[in-house]
């Protein structure tokens, strides 16, 4: 599945209102761990069938205050339009497909 890079416009249409568990990347162009993330992401979403978004806190401010985003990268696990995780930092793969199946 590719990963959807998303606006604040978008965000509930894409994220609250999906009955699918969908991981949230919050991210920025100048975040180096933010770029290394990236590549693993991608990986995750095709091998693992995951819904993706990208939202850059830069351009969609509304929706990073919203969610208390501090730091990047952060991601939120949302499980038919409920966080139920947040995971941060550039994590190893193997963390970020545990902590996926462990909600799907």
Known sequence: MPI???NDAQFDQEVLNSDELVMVD???EWC???K???PKLEEISTENNIKI???NI???KETAQKFGIRSIPTMILFK???DVETLMGNLP???LVSKLQSHS
């Open 93 to 95: 793969k193997e963390e």
């Open 26 to 28: 919050f991210w920025a």
């Open 53 to 55: 978004v990208k939202i």
């Open 58 to 60: 830069d351009e969609n």
């Open 80 to 82: 038919s339009g409920k």
């Open 32 to 34: 180096g761990p933010c």
């Open 4 to 6: 959807l890079n998303i």
């Open 36 to 38: 290394a993330l990236g």
